[in-house]
């Protein structure tokens, strides 16, 4: 299958419009490539940029350093044949992938399939599930309230949600809505996610935290969380009398112009073009249904957004939309919080090129080579999805999948380094040649293999 690659001009960004959703005519790269970097033309086609928005649209006012010219061609060329190694090697079933400098999306690439079934292609408004990349959405949200007063980040939750509590009562006192959105609540990592998945109702799990022993006193330690990082969800509730989505759809959907965004999987199935979640058998990627588990943690996990939207996301999240997310916001938003040491040796890039790992509010915040790096990634069933930018240069990427593995996300921090001038390591070793399979045991061998396993 041919990836769908498309590399945008520098005129301005593309409208959130719906009378400027139109397709794109061709235009040389040479042009593109002119308008957006200065440089030559890249070996490719590609489409030209909508028109600007109008122009009483508020835009960032904000500075950043810059990259090489000359780096930022080379790196989005090596992305592209490093995203083409990994279809041909049948490494994911669909992707979809787009690059933000500064507050212009610069770079769009998708490949294979939103349903390996039906044939049923990955485009930029293919929708995926976003998984944990959903709780930045909960975070901005309660940033824009506690900015209207409705409540704080040291808003105590015993004092917001009379079910509230933990096993240890001076615990259940102190917990705010800052421990919470900050993973530092105390439990131990995870806590009820298993039986989440074996579909025991979120409101019930909610109200079963004080059966589990705390691992250090609220605020001190870090533990991952969804069901309880999704009280935020009755938190809004209770103090606006509005439902979790309707605010996240009034506050950021609506104005950043998602248009495709959502929660819930009935939301995600009445798309045109969703992507299914895809397992790996020996003739291919197969598609099956997503299950509802982790929708019932809608703050946590319940997101559903195409690429085109995730690019407004990023634009956002960068300083591009100081109308919808003030620079005030962003800063309390980033701002490193409890550490993560953990998230320091996880995988080879992570322990040649992070010295700190922290996380903030729905962010990771990693020092990467020297530089702040702003970064999540998300898991559910077969989806993966990741964010990460570089707030000193305004420089970001967005990668959705249908399908798990590894390697994909590692060619993300090989675009990292190559834009940053740092020495080339093939992370994700899509520039050495498979290794060669060995042959398959005979019929009687392979029986023989399944009885010793037992």
Same mark, same amino acid.
């Given at each position: 299958m041919?990836p769908?690659?498309?590399?945008?001009?520098a005129?301005?960004p593309?409208?959130? $419009?719906?009378?400027?959703?139109r397709?794109m005519?061709?235009?040389?790269?040479?042009?593109?490539i002119a308008?957006?970097?200065?440089?030559?033309?890249?070996p490719?086609?590609?489409?030209?940029?909508?028109?600007?928005?109008?122009a009483?649209?508020? !835009?960032?006012?904000?500075?950043h350093?810059?990259?090489?010219?000359?780096r930022v061609?080379?790196?989005l060329? &090596?992305?592209?044949r490093?995203? =083409? !190694?990994?279809?041909?090697?049948?490494?994911v079933?669909?992707?979809a %992938?787009?690059?933000?400098?500064g &507050?212009?999306v610069i770079?769009?690439h998708?490949?294979g399939? $939103?349903?390996?079934a039906?044939?049923?292609?990955v485009?930029?408004t293919t929708?995926?599930?976003?998984?944990s990349?959903?709780?930045?959405?909960? !975070?901005?949200t309660a940033?824009?309230?506690? &900015? =209207?007063?409705?409540?704080?980040w040291n808003?105590?939750?015993?004092?917001?949600?009379?079910?509230f509590?933990?096993?240890?009562?001076? $615990?259940?006192s102190?917990?705010?809505?800052?421990d919470?959105?900050?993973?530092?609540?105390g439990?131990?990592?995870? !806590?009820y996610d298993?039986? *989440?998945?074996?579909?025991?109702p979120?409101?019930e799990?909610?109200?079963?935290?004080?059966?589990?022993?705390l691992?250090? =006193?609220?605020?001190?330690c870090y533990?991952?969380? /969804?069901?309880?990082?999704?009280?935020?969800?009755?938190v809004i509730?209770?103090?606006?009398g509005?439902?979790y989505?309707?605010?996240?759809?009034?506050?950021l959907?609506f104005?950043l112009?998602?248009h495709?965004?959502?929660?819930?999987?009935?939301?995600?199935?009445?798309n045109? /073009?969703w992507?299914?979640?895809?397992?790996?058998r020996r &003739?291919?990627?197969v598609?099956?249904?997503?299950?509802?588990?982790?929708?019932?943690?809608?703050?946590?996990a319940g997101v559903?957004?195409?690429?085109?939207?995730m690019?407004?996301?990023?634009?956002?999240?960068?300083g591009?939309r100081?109308?919808? *997310?003030?620079?005030? *916001?962003?800063?309390?938003?980033h $701002?490193?919080?409890?550490?993560?040491?953990?998230?320091?040796?996880s %995988?080879p890039w992570?322990?040649?090129?992070?010295?700190?790992?922290?996380?903030?509010?729905?962010?990771?915040?990693f020092?990467?080579?020297?530089?702040?790096?702003?970064?999540h990634a998300?898991?559910?069933?077969s989806?993966?999805t990741?964010?990460?930018?570089?707030?000193?240069?305004?420089?970001?990427v967005?990668?959705l999948?249908?399908?798990p593995?590894?390697?994909?996300?590692?060619v993300?921090?090989m675009?990292?380094?190559?834009?940053?001038?740092?020495?080339?390591?093939?992370w994700?070793g899509?520039?050495?040649p498979?290794?060669v399979?060995k042959?398959?045991?005979?019929r009687?061998?392979?029986?023989r293999?399944?009885?010793?396993?037992?």
């Amino acid at each position: 299958m041919i990836p769908r690659i498309r590399i945008f001009a520098a005129s301005g960004p593309r409208s959130n $419009a719906k009378s400027d959703r139109r397709p794109m005519p061709f235009r040389s790269m040479s042009l593109l490539i002119a308008g957006l970097l200065g440089l030559a033309s890249l070996p490719c086609s590609a489409y030209a940029a909508a028109p600007t928005q109008p122009a009483t649209r508020p !835009t960032s006012q904000s500075t950043h350093d810059t990259l090489s010219p000359a780096r930022v061609k080379a790196a989005l060329a &090596d992305y592209t044949r490093w995203l =083409d !190694t990994l279809q041909q090697r049948h490494e994911v079933a669909g992707l979809a %992938t787009a690059v933000v400098y500064g &507050d212009k999306v610069i770079y769009e690439h998708t490949s294979g399939y $939103a349903d390996a079934a039906t044939g049923s292609k990955v485009t930029p408004t293919t929708v995926f599930r976003l998984a944990s990349l959903s709780k930045a959405f909960a !975070t901005a949200t309660a940033g824009l309230l506690i &900015d =209207d007063g409705r409540f704080s980040w040291n808003t105590k939750l015993i004092d917001v949600l009379p079910f509230f509590k933990l096993k240890d009562a001076q $615990a259940s006192s102190a917990a705010t809505v800052g421990d919470i959105l900050g993973q530092r609540i105390g439990l131990p990592r995870n !806590t009820y996610d298993n039986l *989440l998945e074996d579909n025991v109702p979120y409101e019930e799990l909610v109200r079963k935290l004080d059966e589990v022993d705390l691992t250090c =006193d609220v605020g001190q330690c870090y533990g991952y969380q /969804n069901v309880a990082f999704s009280l935020i969800g009755d938190v809004i509730y209770a103090e606006t009398g509005d439902f979790y989505y309707h605010q996240v759809d009034k506050r950021l959907f609506f104005p950043l112009g998602m248009h495709s965004a959502s929660y819930g999987r009935a939301a995600l199935e009445a798309n045109k /073009n969703w992507a299914h979640p895809h397992r790996k058998r020996r &003739d291919g990627w197969v598609p099956y249904e997503p299950r509802e588990a982790y929708y019932r943690v809608a703050p946590a996990a319940g997101v559903n957004a195409s690429l085109r939207d995730m690019e407004k996301w990023l634009v956002a999240q960068m300083g591009g939309r100081p109308d919808v *997310l003030s620079p005030a *916001l962003l800063k309390v938003l980033h $701002a490193p919080g409890v550490a993560t040491p953990s998230e320091l040796h996880s %995988t080879p890039w992570r322990r040649a090129r992070l010295t700190s790992a922290n996380y903030a509010l729905g962010w990771r915040v990693f020092t990467y080579a020297g530089q702040t790096m702003i970064f999540h990634a998300g898991a559910v069933e077969s989806y993966r999805t990741l964010i990460a930018f570089f707030p000193k240069y305004r420089f970001g990427v967005v990668m959705l999948r249908d399908s798990p593995g590894l390697t994909p996300a590692a060619v993300v921090p090989m675009l990292f380094d190559s834009v940053l001038g740092l020495p080339h390591e093939d992370w994700a070793g899509v520039e050495h040649p498979l290794p060669v399979k060995k042959a398959r045991p005979t019929r009687h061998h392979r029986s023989r293999a399944r009885h010793h396993r037992r």
